[in-house]
T-cell receptor, first 114, second 115 residues
Framework: KAGVTQTPRYLIKTRGQQVTLSCSPI?????VSWYQQTPGQGLQFLFE???????NKGNFPGRFSGRQFSNSRSEMNVSTLELGDSALYLC?????????????FGPGTRLTVT | AQSVSQHNHHVILSEAASLELGCNYS??????LFWYVQYPGQHLQLLLK??????LVKGIKGFEAEFIKSKFSFNLRKPSVQWSDTAEYFC?????????????FGTGTRLTIIP
């Protein structure tokens, strides 16, 4: 089975721009979660989608949004980028709804904001 | 707000030494507990998890963890480490409150095993 894939793997954006990251879950998985990983803050949960509905949300500003499509693929959007948004963004998928179940992580998208 | 503490930021051990990595959390309600591991150049993967029942849980590669509710702890252990255990280890806690789940990770512990 193919693992979780994320595109693009690397991205450089300018402050004020917006960015969209994509995640394709493992086939059959309907839950997709997003995480931000930075050296200072560590791993932080952004949100979880299941069957195209946001089920859980972390403590991030409204500039961070997401959506899930009927094929379970998910996108994460960050508007009005700030320097502090530079991070590794990880996506994880799970067969069951909820972040309490085993999640399979992708390789991440490295976002650099200049 | 919930917090998860991993007090050891970097641990260096020789092969065959015993390992214990600490994890403490602050939430007093129902929790699910996890240890994730990230080997160099690889994706984050689940090592073990605790939902309920026996507080001593066993995971992959000989790892185990003990949930001590009174101490709000979920320490990771391995009796004899190998060079291949070199990785970064993350403790994570999910608090459940009326169907709303909140996930918090610890800051991670980097483990270096010297051959």
């Amino acid at each position: 089975k193919a693992g979780v894939t994320q595109t693009p793997r690397y991205l450089i954006k300018t402050r004020g721009q917006q960015v969209t990251l994509s995640c394709s879950p493992i086939s059959g998985h309907r839950s997709v979660s997003w995480y931000q990983q930075t050296p200072g803050q560590g791993l932080q949960f952004l949100f979880e989608y299941f069957s195209e509905t946001q089920r859980n949300k972390g403590n991030f500003p409204g500039r961070f949004s997401g959506r899930q499509f009927s094929n379970s693929r998910s996108e994460m959007n960050v508007s009005t980028l700030e320097l502090g948004d530079s991070a590794l963004y990880l996506c994880a998928s799970s067969y069951r709804a909820g972040i309490s179940y085993e999640q399979y992580f992708g390789p991440g998208t490295r976002l650099t904001v200049t | 707000a919930q917090s998860v503490s991993q007090h050891n930021h970097h641990v260096i051990l020789s092969e065959a030494a015993s390992l214990e990595l600490g994890c403490n959390y602050s939430y007093g309600g129902t929790v699910n507990l996890f240890w994730y591991v990230q080997y160099p150049g690889q994706h984050l993967q689940l090592l073990l998890k605790y939902f309920s029942g026996d507080p001593l849980v066993k995971g992959i590669k000989g790892f185990e963890a003990e949930f001590i509710k009174s101490k709000f702890s979920f320490n990771l252990r391995k009796p004899s480490v190998q060079w291949s255990d070199t990785a970064e280890y993350f403790c994570a806690v999910v608090e459940s409150n009326f169907g709303n789940e909140k996930l918090t990770f610890g800051t991670g512990t980097r483990l270096t095993i010297i051959p």
